[in-house]
């Protein structure tokens, strides 16, 4: 998702809430900031497309929901709202209490980087993102490339690095048992 240039407002986040939930648009609320989302290139949706097929083949019949893009998540100790790329949860999702539509227990979390969020998605997003406490995997991937940042909760504070740069390799998302090819992930924006 690319992040546009500047908030538009300074507000609180009941007031982000009701703006939110009205608008044709998404947005982020951070730090009192409600800053507008904006569309994907073709990669970025074919990417994300891919990662939801091949979640949703492997979570069949599983206790996993799998949302996409438009699904907001509350991350209680900032009080920050967003909306990531792609997010697992388990069945059922928690909901922010008093909300129908705020998802606050991801254990799988991806972002596809662009140039406008690949500083905040490897950086504030993902500090912010290891506040939950049921967070336990993250996802960078690169667009214009095959390169796959893997990120593993191994303890508290203790987060396992492995990055991938080959169609041929494999990443295994430990958090919901699934191996995935980047091969198939990037199948509609490179072939080998």
Same mark, same amino acid.
Request: glycine share 4%.
């Given at each position: 998702m690319i992040l546009a240039p500047s908030p538009t407002h300074t507000e609180t986040a009941e007031d982000?809430? %009701?703006l939110d939930v009205e608008s044709d648009l998404r947005h982020e609320y951070r730090h009192g900031d409600i800053i507008p989302m904006t569309g994907g290139t073709p990669a970025h949706n074919e990417i994300i497309r891919m990662l939801v097929f091949l979640l949703t083949a492997d979570l069949r019949k599983q206790p996993y929901s799998i949302f996409v893009t438009d699904q907001r998540l509350w991350i209680p100790e900032l009080d920050r709202y967003t #909306?990531? !790329?792609v997010m697992v949860t388990p069945r059922p999702p928690e909901l922010k209490p008093d909300r129908t539509d705020t998802v606050m227990n991801p254990i799988f979390l991806a972002e596809v980087l662009s140039d406008s969020t690949e500083k905040y998605d490897r950086g504030d997003k993902f500090e912010a993102y290891r506040t939950i406490?049921?967070? /336990?995997? #993250?996802?960078?991937?690169? /667009? !214009?490339?095959p390169h796959v940042e893997q990120y593993?909760? /191994? $303890?508290?504070? /203790?987060?396992l690095f492995t990055e991938y740069h080959d169609l041929s390799a494999t990443v295994e998302l430990?958090?919901? $048992?699934?191996?995935? %090819?980047? %091969? !198939?992930? #990037?199948?509609a924006v490179f072939s080998e």
């Open positions: 982000y809430l %009701a #909306y990531p !790329d406490p049921t967070f /336990q995997e #993250y996802l960078l991937i690169t /667009q !214009d490339k593993v909760k /191994q $303890g508290e504070n /203790q987060w430990r958090s919901v $048992g699934v191996t995935i %090819a980047l %091969a !198939d992930l #990037y199948e």
